[in-house]
């Protein structure tokens, strides 16, 4: 595992999830990430998850290899994050962001939930494909989320057509 201790995040570097990184660097996507900014923060928990993985991985071998993901230091877990009973991923993404103020990056609903009651600026990958397309970073967003859809990524059909609406597709 690449931990960068020597480095200091940037304060507005956004803080990311396992599950937006597999599904994005599963569906080749993962430069989709940098549409937030040039380093994205990963904590030392959401890493040992990711690590766990076959060295053959394709998230495994981007965590490893990908010098604008910063492995950072876990903070403690405040008690008002605690109190969602949340995996050590989604909490310390959440820790971060909470206290340093930054964007979290995470799918899973009770997540999300949590970071919008803290007031936590929060994201998910459909998200970030949006934001990608809005910014003409990609053509059209519709083959980018049917290609993480087809990476085992949940979309309901109504989920989709709202969220690629928005974007005019």
């Known amino acids: 595992m690449r931990i960068h201790a020597s480095k200091v995040l940037p304060s507005h570097a956004p803080i990311v999830n396992a599950s937006p990184l597999i599904f994005l660097s599963k569906g080749g996507y993962l430069e989709l990430l940098r549409t937030l900014g040039d380093v994205v923060g990963v904590p030392e928990a959401v890493a040992a998850e990711i690590d766990q993985r076959s060295n053959e991985d394709v998230t495994v071998r981007a965590l490893r290899e990908t010098d604008w993901l910063l492995i950072v230091d876990t903070s403690t877990v ?3 994050i605690q109190a969602w009973d949340l995996g050590p991923g989604e909490s310390s993404v959440l820790a971060l962001a909470y206290n340093d103020n930054r964007e979290a990056i995470v799918d899973d609903r009770a997540a999300r939930r949590c970071a919008k009651t803290l007031g936590i ?5 459909l998200g970030i494909v949006l934001l990608a397309k809005k910014r003409g970073v990609i053509e059209a967003a519709r083959p980018v989320v049917e290609g993480l859809v087809a ?3 949940y979309l309901s059909k109504g989920v989709l057509d709202q969220a690629l609406a928005l974007v005019g597709e």
Request: aromatic content about 0%; overall charge positive; charged content about 10%.
């Open 121 to 125: 600026p929060v994201r998910g990958t």
């Open 78 to 80: 405040p008690a008002v």
């Open 151 to 153: 990476q085992g990524m």
